[in-house]
């Protein structure tokens, strides 16, 4: 089963603070009770060295009369206080006790008898006298020249640090749990606060469709969400205008085609109804024209359909432009000489660039094409090749009519065409451009245009060369 991303975030969260307090819990409480033995361990010692030295005589006899720990304290000023002492010959029979022992005896196991006839000194906890552990010191007292003379025992009561450390780990417990409730309510609180936008997000995001695509979701903070938001707003913003250019098209491309349609049929109802042979004649003719016009917009229409689907998989072969270039020019130039414009090349230097012929050879065609049409009887077109920092530089200028500053963001755009009536008369679809634009993009190319309003225009192209190897 998954949870949801809330979920998870509370039980994490709540999952480290447990274990960190736990863990401070236990570091803390470990270090108080190592401080704890530390000095309980360096008093009885302290306590049982000085009784080494007192309780014997230099004889080797020990010295212990009745209520010794007293006499200790007032004479000798070694303070024994709260300390259990207990001394013990060499065969482990008690032969001392503190008064404060009263009834009770501090035990001695075997292992810690063993280990003071071995000479060695334990620490260890018992517990005995009552409810409270004890930790006692087993110091043995040797003496050079007679060996094992007797075992003294201090312990210190461990009350006070039993109650302690009891009282600790009830706090402890309170607290760890009280904070993880706390926490898992803050943690739970925070992470709806946290995930807010999100679910905005998906609201908003369920609530787009096609028909809706001017809807945005809301950013108010430019934190990660905020981004995210922000991206998505991005990317409907550009499925709005792929969808708006694509509705544009199809409402565009159908009006282009509806139109020629439209004339056939009313110059042919006419014809029919009409017995004159020359007037039929003219009526096929210029029927013809039309459907020349339609096929002409179906087949760009069809490449650049062509080309939307084909982006990646074009061919690149190596192309030679300034051959392309001449090619095109020797086809173009008896349609200049019809329309009375003089077509030159200034230079053709050779470029080659990695891409489709047909393509390339397409885009030199319509901005020629353009340039042609677009240029007044009298009037030039001049082409020029060349290469320039890796990049093949193809532009065409003519001394033709000129695009106006208002016209010129949109030449690119599918079916735009300055002015409709005279572009239209003169067969132009305005889809030159477009395919110009997709050719160049696809070829990871450049196209530019400076153009006077009445003075002329120049496009220039620009596209990688080919990387010889
Ligand atoms: N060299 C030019 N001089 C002046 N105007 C131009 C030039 N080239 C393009 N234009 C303007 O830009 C418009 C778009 O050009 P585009 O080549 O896309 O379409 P078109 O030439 O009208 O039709 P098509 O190329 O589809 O036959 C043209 O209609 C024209 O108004
Ligand atoms: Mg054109």
Request: hydrophobic fraction near 45%; charge should be neutral; glycine fraction near 6%.
């Amino acid at each position: 089963m998954r949870f949801s991303i809330r979920t998870r975030l509370t039980f994490l969260y709540v999952t480290l603070l447990t274990v960190s307090l736990l863990f401070f819990g236990a570091a803390f409480s470990y270090s108080l009770f190592k401080i704890f033995m530390y000095r309980v361990d360096s008093q009885i010692s302290s306590v049982a060295n000085m009784m080494v030295h007192t309780v014997i005589r230099p004889s080797g006899q020990l010295f212990l009369p009745q209520d010794f720990d007293i006499i200790l304290e007032r004479f000798f000023g070694i303070r024994t206080a709260g300390n259990y002492i207990q001394v013990l010959d060499q065969t482990g029979n008690i032969v001392a006790r503190s008064s404060n022992l009263e009834n009770f005896t501090l035990p001695i196991s075997r292992d810690t008898y063993m280990s003071a006839m071995k000479g060695q000194t334990t620490f260890e906890v018992v517990r005995s006298s009552g409810r409270y552990p004890v930790r006692v010191v087993t110091k043995p007292i040797i003496i050079k020249e007679k060996g094992h003379v007797a075992i003294v025992q201090v312990g210190s009561s461990l009350e006070g640090m039993d109650e302690i450390f009891h009282s600790l780990a009830y706090i402890f417990t309170l607290g760890i749990a009280a904070s993880v409730i706390i926490a898992s309510a803050v943690g739970w609180f925070l992470a709806r606060k946290a995930l807010e936008p999100v679910a905005e997000i998906t609201n908003t995001a369920r609530r787009i469709g096609a028909e809706n695509l001017n809807e945005r979701i809301k950013v108010s903070v430019p934190d990660e969400i905020g981004r995210l938001a922000s991206t998505i707003n991005e990317m409907i913003e550009r499925l709005e205008k792929s969808f708006k250019q694509i509705k544009q098209f199809t409402a565009d491309a159908s009006h282009e085609l509806k139109t020629p349609l439209t004339i056939l049929k009313g110059e042919m109802e006419i014809a029919l109804r009409s017995k004159d042979d020359a007037y039929m004649k003219e009526v096929i003719a210029s029927s013809l024209e039309e459907i020349d016009r339609m096929s002409y917009i179906v087949r760009n229409l069809l490449d650049l359909a062509k080309m939307d689907v084909e982006k990646e998989s074009a061919p690149k072969d190596i192309v030679e432009l300034d051959r392309v270039l001449s090619e095109r020019v020797e086809i173009l130039r008896k349609l200049a000489l019809d329309r009375g414009v003089r077509l030159d090349i200034l230079k053709n230097k050779p470029a080659s660039v990695l891409g489709d012929q047909v393509r390339l050879s397409q885009l030199f065609f319509n901005l020629i094409d353009n340039a042609l049409k677009y240029t007044p009887q009298g009037g030039s077109v001049e082409l020029y090749l060349d290469t320039e920092g890796g990049m093949a530089v193809f532009s065409v200028t003519d001394s033709g009519i000129g695009i106006s500053k208002d016209d010129l963001p949109y030449i690119f755009d599918r079916f735009y065409r300055v002015d409709k009536a005279r572009s239209g008369a003169a067969g132009g679809a305005g889809l030159g451009l477009s395919i110009c634009k997709e050719i160049v993009d696809s070829h990871s190319g450049s196209i530019e245009v400076k153009s006077d309003e009445g003075k002329g225009s120049a496009f220039t192209v620009k596209l990688p060369l080919a990387v010889r190897v």
